[in-house]
Every structure is written in C-alpha cells, then in structure tokens.
C-alpha cells in the first residue's frame, strides 16, 4: 500500500499491495468521512458468465485444474451511449495555483470519472477507487478483500501473463500500488508521458501509433491493462497458493508491530454483530477456512525450490473471489480519476475506450456514498431531523449496517490496560460519535473546533499544564476510527515514565479540559467558540486558495475516493468548504464526549508488573488475557458508575487551565513580490530554469536568493545549516545535542503553537555534522518567526548554564528528553529484522559511526552513572556547535525578495557567526570503506574464504522472542561516485530500475519467499555505491535467502541479456523521464535547490559552488534518441554518451559483469538477521573465517578497509 504502510516504504516504491494502515485517514483538508458497499442483489441480466474448465468450481485447491478461468462482461451489451458531462471545466471550484483543467462525466454504463488534463505534468497518473472493503468479507473467508486486491495483478483475460501489468507500466516510467481498507479498495498507476514504438504491439495498433488521438501511448496502454482489472480477471487458481502465502507473510510481519496489534484488539472489544469486529487482513487459515501454511515449512524446513508451493490444506477461496468481484466490481460502485498531458476530450475518448466494457449497476443500485445517498433520498442535506425527545438526529449513524452498532453501551464505559512489545506509554480516550460527513455535521463541522482546542499547545491548554508536570510526550486530538456509520473521535497522549505513575491525574485533568470546553459551548453560544470557528475557517480558506497542485499519483488515488462523496463541480474543495457556526449542532456533538460513551486505552510496560501498580484507576482486578489474531495482551473493567461521574462532573478545574486566545499569526498580508513593480514577470519565461542568485559568499556565510515566480503563492521558506565538528565528536556530544534538540522542541513550542496552526512552521534539526534551522510559511509572519526561533534558542542555552536549582521547571524538561531519548534508543532492538540488517552494513560500510549501544551508554549503566548528563554539560555542548566556529550556507526561497533576503541574513548574523569560521580540513566529512573482494578477505580471514561467493557475512539475531521473520541484504559495491563518474551512476541507475521489479516477479511473486523484497541501488555517506537484493522471509533462513538472492542475481543477468534493444531503450528512457519530473510545487523546487547546495558542504572551497543541472547531466547519459540532442536554437549537436540503445545494452553487460558476476572480484557482503527460534544456527556460525556476529567484530574488521576516494563526481 502507500506510504501510510507500517514497513518503511523507501525501498519499496515499485508494488507493496497491502491491508491497509490501521489508523488510514484521509487528509482533513480534502475530505472527512469513509463509506462502504453492502452486498446486493445481482439481477440475472447483470450476472457475468464463467468460462471456466469443469473442475474449476471444486473447493479443492488439490485438483488438476488449469486454472485459467476467466470473468467476462455479459454477452449482451447495452447499445452504444454518449457520456454525460456532470461539471466541465468552468464550474469546478478551484484554488488560484491550480491551472489543470477539469471535467466529470459518466459513462454509458455509468461509471462516474473525474479527469484532469495538464499539459505540463511530467507524470500521468489513474486510480479506481472501490466501495468495498473488509467490512464486505463473508464470514468464513476473512481477509478476502485483501486477497482479492493481491489477486488483480496476477493477470487478466486480455493480459494473461502476471507480470503484464507491472513490466508495462516499469518500462514507461511507472509503478503501481493498492491498498484495501475498511470499506474502501484503492488501486492506482503512474506512468512517464512516453510515446514508445512498441507500447501499443498488444493492441494491434501501428507502431509508434499515439492512441486517442493526444493521449499518451503510455497511459493509454497503461489504462487499458488497468481497466481489464473491472472487467475480466483470470484468478488463476495456478496462483492462489502463492498469493494465499504472500498474504500471510504479510499478517506475520504485523504481529510484531504494536500498531496492528492494537488496532486488531480495538476491534476484537467491538460487537460482533458489526463488520468492523471483522479480522480485515487475513492469513492462510481464514481464507482457506481451516488451512495450514505449515506443511510448506515442514517438508522443506522452512525452504522450498521456487516452484508451486504445497497445499495447506482447506478450502478453495475461488469462487468466493468470484462471488466479491461480482458483487462489488461493477460501474455503480467503482470511481476512476485520471491526470495526463492531452486535452480533456482525448482523454475522454480514452478512458471510453477503456473502461467502457465496466459492467453497468445492478438496476436500483445505490452506492454507499454520500452523493448516491443523498440523489436516492436515504439522506437530506441541510436538513436538521429531529428525534420524538427533539434530539438532533444524525442521519448516516449507525444506518449502514443496522441493526449492528460497533461501539454500544456494552463496549463504552470501559478501561484497558495493553502491555506492548515495544516500549512506549499511552493513553488514549475513544469517543463514539457520528460519521464525520453526516450532513447535520458537515455544513458547520464542529469537530474541527473541539479537536483544535482539545489539542491546542499554548499556554493554559491542557497540553502546556502536562508538559510542565513532565507527564507527558505529545498529545493529539482527531479521528481514531472513521467509517460511513460510526466513528471512533480519539485524544492520544504518549506519557513518560513518570506520567504513567500519575496517569490518575492525567485522566482527571483530560476531563477537566473537556468540561471546561462543554461548559464554553453550552453556556456561551455566540462568545469565544464561535470565534475560534471563525479562525479555523478563515486559516482553512487561505489554504485551499493557494493550495498548489499536488502529485498527480496521490492527487487520482485521493480524488477517486471523493467522488463518492462530492459533488463533482465541489470535489477539489472538499472539506475545505465550511459553514457558519452552529451552536446547537456543536453542542449535540460535544454530548458524545462523556466516559459512559468512551473506552480509555492504557499501554504500558509497567502494567505487567504487579508490584510498582500504584494506580487507583486501573484493570488490575481483571485477567490477562491475548487477543487472537495478533496476539496483544490486555484486560480491562467497567469504569465504576463513581468514576464516571468525577470526570464527567469535575468537582474542580485545575486554574492552570484555560481557554486560549485568538490566533495572531493568521496572515492578512497575501500579496506577491513578483507583482510589485519593480520586479516586472515575463509570462512567457519558465522561472523554473532560473537559477538561485549567490547572494551573500563571505567566509562566515553563503546565502543564496530566488524570488518565486512560477508557483505564484505568498509562502516563503529561509533555510540554514550550520556545520560544525563538534557535533558528531563523540557519542556523548551527539546525545547531548540530541537531548537539546528536544528540549528546544519542548520549550519552543509553547511560543510558535499558533504560527504552526496559521501555516508558519519551524524546525531545528541536529545531524551528526550540522544543526539545520527552517522557517517556512507564509511570508508576512516568517520574519517574525525566524527572530522568535533564533532569539529562543541563546536564551534557552543561558538559561540551561544556569543549572538545575535555578531552573527546576527546565531540568524537568531536560530529565523527560533525556528519558525519551534513551527510549527511542534502546526501541531500535524491535525493528524489523531487514531494517536491523541495513543498519548493521551501515555500521560497517561507513566511518565514522558511533553504534547504538555508545549512545544507551551514555545515558545508563555504569559509566553514566558515574559521569552523568547534565543540563549544564548540555547546553555547553549546543553552545559550541550552535554559536561556535562554523561553516554556514543559508537559502531563501519564495514569496522573497533580495532585500528581505538582505534582512534576514541580519537575523542569521545577529544571532550566529560570532567566531571565525572553520578551515577545509575542520569541515566534517564521512567516508564509506571498500569491502574485501574474495582474495582480500582471504588474506584477512585465510585461505577457507577464498571459494566463498559472499566473502563476508555479518550475522544477527532479532531481539524480540515473538519475531516470526529472519531476512537478508546482499550488497554488492560498485565504485565510489568520484570513480564512476556521472556514466557509471545512470548505468547504475539503470540497472536498479530494471532489477526491481524481476527480483519481485521471481522472489517474492514465484518463489514466495517473504512479502518484502527488493532490488535497489544503496548511496553510502562519503560517495559509496552499492546495488543491493533484500529478503524478508517468515519461512526460510537466511543462507537458503541469500543463496536465493545470488541465483537471481545471475538470472536477472540472463533476462537483460536476452531483452531486445529496443526494450533497453524504453527502459533508459523512462529513467531519463523520471529523471527529469519537473517540480509541481513550491515545497519541491525548495527540496532540490537546497539539497543541491547542501551537497557542497563536505567538500573543499574548490567544489563550493552547487551544480544545480546535476540531474540534468545524468539524464544526458541516457539521451539515446539524437533528435533530443537539440540545443536551444533547434541546431543538433550530438553530444550522446551511447549512440545507439545497442551500445548501451552491451555497456550495462559489461557494468553488471564487472561489478556483481564475478565471484572472485566481486565485493559482496551479506547482512543476515535470524529469528530467535534459529539462534542456535546463529550461534553455530559464530567465529567461523568471513562471518563477524558483533559490531566489536566488524570494528576490528574496519581496520583492513581502505575508504574511497570523496571527492565531488561532478
């Protein structure tokens, strides 16, 4: 699924198909509220036919079925129909930096759509949004759903083969990805605007042949695969099995992440009458209903050869999958959305042609959308229904799947206490309330109000008074749980160690906020909370007017969904339109907010111990129990009708507490310095070509200016990074200005809480070589913010000099970031087995490095007892790399002109740059090492290692005794940026592009050997390269993984050796594509400038100068066609690198050879983490010549390794 995705997603960009987050929202400033599709009936003119052989309908998954069984639409078509336009261009409300061009329209069979045409997107881009999620899942086959999203891309009628799909959209520039949620499927693709001769070949069409007139051959093709998902899908039965393991894979990686666990067991505690009780992501046992994924481990012992993998046992999930396509897979309860180049009309034509074969609604269909609802009377707008007590009545609360409820009487009123698996402490209060788009909420919104001030940080908020007391981490306030009928509203609070002990009085406290909040609303109906309403719409309204366009993948997977729910010409606005203030409905909604209808969830390790239980509020009278799926261990108790009624009535309220005033950051000033006079815009120029100015170079300081004249918004970002050599000096100065940074964190917030609430947000970073300080926001309010922040940061060191006696509030703070940290530190145990394995190459690729246990040392044991942090020390330790001897780049960007670039650079100088600055060889600078080839670890390990294909092995166990997963990265070095220069990377890069999605097809798709894989190239710090093959794997060791990895290795050598010229060629060229993706908005450009100048920063003054057509440079590399050899003038001058995509093929050959063939000269090392039920094989190999099993081991190791050269390769 997407970034919302527990597994890190870096690697992952090409396909992670997945259940979706367990706290999944979308953004509140798009849209609020989620639906659901219920089961229909399916008239018998609509009923697909199956073409199918005669076994095909057995339930056992034994039989010799071919397994080819296709769906198709029926044989009765409508007659051809026109679309029906439901908004063009002219009536969709947009904001000002939006310049695509827009129009809904039906299809003849019905499906709703919305397109986008933006002739200067760089990226193409479709989704389909489904009205059916988990919630849809038939009793016995839970986590069909999900299997059923992984099941699509496995082939179709018109593609039959799996990897049609995926290899089309990779040779054009793409990827795609889906995730399954709640109610709710989402699939989505992006391509490169690509025109390649061959990509229509399977369409019968003339080579080169651009489809639908304007439309890209890239996204027609693409669309058209995409499309035979809704229309006729194999679900090979050939494929179930593997795809049956692949989503166990995935339910084993969560259960050892808290997240699921506790999301399950919120579930686990609702009705059961409710589809929300449901088990949404599934695992081999439920979706064979009784199977085992057992006997492929037991066989092989715990490893297989890559072909068919064995029957578990159970039943057959196809006709089931048959039966949900049918049911759910029709026009009325799909939504598409696509961005591309061509005008509105192509794209029209080819979305018709496309997506025309959708079967049509059932007859009487209604979605379960607000839009449906609403044309089909089941809702009424505006309206404000009453009950016989002349209550209000929310409309869509509890209507979806009555009579089933989620949350009633008998599972609110409740407290749990959940010990997790990693260390962390929450507390976290669940209100029932209605869906957030019932219509009686949506025109006035009043959640957004309460969930502000229930969340608000400035002084007098409930937040400050905690933080103060040094009870608590973070608190937040929205939507924990949020579907078409119920929605869970949740405040969120990470306690610290000491909170925990006094969690009593954070409880009664959190109610004191609420009542103070109640009493606002009920008793003040036009005062102080129609005001902050008044704010909140005018901040929301400045956002949606100058919103800039967004990633157009992103922009269709959340568009697709809002259809639903929008009315088209209103679908860009969303849930930024906003009513008056409606006290009545405001107070309606508050009454939700009461402890007989909220379940308080308690997680902390210290629950499990009954002898430091001091809490009078607690479960300790209940037994432990595991909840069944992801085994979270938990208990709970009915809160006592007397504790009810404290917090729903406080006695008293704490005077610490009050209601905070009016936000004085909302920015009035919104106007342009392009626009003034002086500064005179060419609308026919490309600002973006233009070049940041140079704007200051003096020995303390190099700031560069560019003045936004593209994105056209009033926000401007200032950016400085002060580098120093004293940060990273050792472990305890990198800890002490860790610690810093947060105690900063703490102290500032209390002074820009409203800046960040009003769109002007800071942050202070600290890197092992420099501290960063950005402000960024709108303009008129940043000069005031940077002055607050810098000013902040010498106040607070002073104060912190002075001690803990003089400043005991301050030393509470400096205890509690201490505390954090040494948490986060020791939590980094419980990652997952491949995140621990990169960290181990990194600790031994790259120097200098301090390793995690320096830091826990540092903070506890021994040595920390004797020579404990101080917040004296500390401050001392920011003071000399903050306002020490330095080397200082700055940049400002945006809605700035070089005057306000001059007075900012004032600030910088009034605050910092008071020493002189440092010398070349003071710069701080890190290397990456050359890891031995199988001659050189010969020499260092003796002669056994010399017929090894991985000559080096650093060997783990996972921490953590319920960690199901073992996992491995091969990495194999290629050279340093200096020494392949800027050929060496893009040949690099080209190969990491090909290689992802052949290491999935084989690894992860055919030989099922875990749910994550990838292929990647790795950048190291000090210019390392590296191409790296990763396994995550429940049920296989890591030898059989990297022996696997090795194989593929030469078969992905084979597959580029056998692929035809031009096939290289397309590929080159959708990395050049992407290569040169423009930037859609102003955060972008900020990104790529800085980073660019940041990359100067290590090296000497002779490499000072950003090379800012550093991405351009590469994308020449690729240049194959000499028509794109054309300088500005049209003149062509071939400057290609490969002159023809033959050449290329054979360098990348010889590239590959050289680097990743050879077993003599090729520099692999090999990172295996075990699980803990394989230590013994662990311990085994400890010792044994070319195995290290320590970071003590790999930092003798170290000492044998040359580092490579640094310099800058451009």
């Known amino acids: 699924m997407r970034t919302s995705n527990p597994v890190v997603m870096l690697l992952f960009v090409g396909r992670v198909r997945a259940f979706a987050n ?78 695509r061009s827009y129009r809904a329209l039906s299809l003849p069979n019905g499906l709703s759509c919305l397109l986008a045409s933006d002739p200067a997107t760089d990226v193409e881009a479709a989704s389909v949004h489904v009205r059916a999620g988990h919630f849809d899942d038939p009793p016995h086959r839970a986590g069909l759903a999900h299997f059923h999203e992984h099941m699509l891309f496995l082939g179709t009628e018109k593609y039959p083969k799996e990897e049609e799909y995926e290899d089309y959209l990779g040779r054009n520039g793409g990827m795609s990805n889906a995730y399954t949620d709640m109610e709710d499927t989402n699939y989505y693709f992006n391509v490169s605007p690509l025109d390649h001769a061959d990509n229509n070949d399977d369409d019968g069409k003339e080579d080169g042949e651009r489809t639908s007139r304007g439309t890209s051959s890239a996204l027609s093709g693409a669309l058209d695969r995409f499309a035979q998902f809704f229309v006729s899908p194999l679900f090979d039965t050939s494929m179930l099995e593997r795809e049956l393991r692949a989503v166990n894979s995935e339910y084993l990686n969560g259960r050892t992440a808290d997240n699921w666990r506790n999301f399950q067991l919120l579930k686990h505690g609702s009705s059961a009458g409710h589809p929300f009780s449901k088990f949404g992501c599934g695992n081999y046992n439920t979706l064979t209903d009784g199977g085992d994924a057992g006997p492929k481990e037991a066989e092989n012992g715990g ?34 959305c696509v961005v591309g180049r061509a005008g509105l009309d192509d794209l029209q034509r080819t979305v018709e042609d496309a997506f025309g074969e959708v079967r049509p609604a059932p007859p009487n269909f209604v979605a379960n959308g607000i839009v449906d609802r609403i044309m089909a009377g089941t809702l009424t707008p505006h309206a404000h229904p009453r009950d016989s007590d002349d209550d209000l009545v929310f409309q869509t609360e509890h209507s979806t799947y009555a009579p089933g409820v989620a949350f009633g009487p008998d599972q609110l009123g409740l407290l749990r206490e959940v010990v997790p698996l990693v260390e962390s402490r929450t507390l976290k209060i669940f209100s029932a309330v209605p869906p957030l788009d019932d219509p009686v909420l949506r025109e006035s919104r009043p959640f957004r109000v309460l969930s502000h001030l229930v969340g608000h940080e400035s002084p007098g908020s409930l937040h400050h008074l905690l933080m103060e007391e040094g009870w608590i981490n973070s608190l937040a306030s929205g939507t924990g749980i949020s579907t078409s009928d119920f929605c869970l509203a949740n405040v969120a609070i990470t306690l610290t160690p000491k909170g925990m002990r006094h969690r009593d009085q954070v409880l009664a406290k959190t109610w004191q906020w609420f009542a103070l909040i109640k009493d606002a609303v009920m008793n003040d109906p036009h005062g102080v909370i129609e005001g902050y309403h008044d704010e909140l719409k005018r901040i929301t309204e400045i956002s949606f007017k100058y919103r800039e366009m967004g990633d157009p993948t992103d922009f269709c997977s959340a568009a697709a969904e809002r259809l639903f729910d929008y009315d088209p010409e209103k679908i860009l606005l969303g849930s930024a339109e906003v009513g008056e203030y409606d006290v009545e409905v405001a107070r309606a909604f508050l009454e939700r907010l009461t402890p007989q209808n909220s379940l308080v969830v308690i997680t902390g390790p210290e629950l499990g111990d009954e002898e430091i239980e001091t809490s009078d509020v607690s479960a300790r009278d209940a037994p432990w129990q595991d909840e069944v799926r992801y085994g979270a261990k938990y208990r709970q108790i009915r809160v006592t009708d007397e504790q009810r009624e404290q917090w729903n009535h406080p006695s008293k309220i704490d005077p610490r507490l009050r209601l905070p005033g009016l936000n004085e950051f909302i920015p ?3 106007s342009l310095r392009c626009d003034d006079p002086e500064h005179e815009t060419d609308s026919n120029v490309d600002y973006r070509e233009e070049l940041p100015d140079l704007l200051i170079d003096t020995p303390k300081l190099r700031m560069w200016h560019k003045m936004d004249r593209t994105f056209r918004v009033p926000k401007t970002s200032i950016r400085l990074q002060l580098t120093s050599p004293n940060i990273y000096r050792s472990p305890r100065t990198i800890t002490l ?5 947060k105690v900063l964190s703490d102290d500032l917030n209390s002074y820009v809480y409203d800046a960040s609430v009003a769109g002007c947000n800071y942050r202070v970073s600290c890197t092992p070589s420099a501290y960063g300080i950005s402000v960024s926001g709108y303009s008129e309010k940043l000069p005031h913010l940077l002055d607050v922040v810098t000013s902040r940061i010498g106040g607070l060191i002073d104060e912190m000099k002075e001690g803990d006696d003089a400043h005991p509030a301050l030393a509470g703070i400096f205890q509690k970031a201490k505390e954090n940290l040494l948490r986060q530190t020791k939590n980094y145990v419980f990652d997952s087995p491949y995140e621990m394995g990169s960290y181990n190459l990194r600790m031994l690729c790259e120097t200098p490095v301090w390793h995690v246990d320096d830091y826990v040392g540092e903070m506890e044991g021994p040595d920390a007892e004797e020579e404990p942090l101080t917040m ?61 080839n199988r001659s050189e670890a010969a020499q260092i390990f003796g002669s056994s290692t010399d017929t090894s294909e991985v000559p080096l092995v650093y060997e783990a166990v996972a921490h953590s005794d319920s960690e199901e997963n073992n996992s ?23 190969i990491g592009s090909m290689a992802y999605n052949s290491a999935f097809n084989q690894l992860r798709t055919k030989e099922q050997l875990g749910y994550i894989v990838s292929a990647f190239v790795k950048k190291m710090s000090g210019g390392g390269n590296a191409f790296c093959v990763l396994v995550q794997s429940s049920n296989t060791l890591p ?25 290289f060629a397309m590929e080159a060229a959708a990395v050049k594509a992407n290569l040169l993706e423009k930037d859609i908005k102003l955060a972008e450009e900020i990104s790529s400038v800085w980073g660019e100048i940041l990359s100067t920063v290590p090296h000497s003054e002779h490499f000072k100068n950003p090379v800012f057509d550093r991405v351009e440079k590469f994308a020449d590399v690729l240049t194959l066609n000499l028509d794109d050899s054309k300088d500005d003038d049209g003149v062509v001058e071939d400057t290609r690198v490969f002159k023809s995509a033959a050449e290329l093929k054979k360098r990348v050959l010889e590239f590959y050879d050289e680097y990743f063939m050879s077993p003599e000269g090729r520099r692999a090392v090999s990172s295996r983490v075990y699980n803990r039920k394989a230590k013994d094989l662990f311990d085994q190999n400890i010792g044994k010549p070319g195995v290290i099993s320590s970071y003590d081991d790999a930092r003798m190791l170290k000492q044998h390794f040359p580092s490579n050269p640094t310099a800058p390769y451009w």
């Open 22 to 99: 367990p706290f999944h929202r979308r953004s509140s400033s798009v849209v609020v509220g989620w639906a659901n599709s219920r089961l229909r009936e399916n008239p018998a003119n609509t009923e697909i036919a199956l073409d199918s052989s005669p076994s095909s309908s057995s339930n056992d998954m034994t039989s010799g079925s071919p397994g080819t069984a296709t769906l198709e639409a029926p044989d009765t078509k409508p007659a051809r129909r026109q679309s029906t336009i439901l908004a063009d261009d002219s009536k969709f409300v947009k904001s000002l930096p939006d310049k």
């Open 303 to 336: 490893e297989d050869d890559g072909g068919d993998a064995p029957f578990g046992g159970g039943t057959s999930p196809r006709d089931d999958l048959v039966e949900f396509w049918t049911d759910k897979y029709h026009s009325g309860n799909l939504r598409l």
């Open 668 to 670: 009035k000033d919104l």
């Open 737 to 741: 200005n860790r610690i810093f940074q």
């Open 872 to 932: 004296k020390e500390c401050a001392e330790v920011a003071e000399q790399c903050l306002f020490g001897r330095s080397k200082a780049v700055s940049l400002c960007i945006g809605n700035i002109d070089e005057k306000g670039s001059q007075e900012v650079s004032k600030v910088i100088g009034n605050h910092f740059l008071k020493k002189r600055p440092l010398i070349d060889d003071e710069t701080p600078r890190f290397r990456s090492l050359r890891m031995p």
């Open 968 to 990: 491995v990265e091969l990495m194999m070095q290629t050279e340093s940026s200096t020494e392949l220069g800027f050929e060496g990377l893009a040949i690099q890069e080209l």
């Open 1039 to 1063: 030898p059989e993984l990297e022996e696997r990895c090795l194989r593929w290795v030469e078969q992905f050598r084979k597959e580029m050796e056998e692929m035809p010229d031009e096939r």
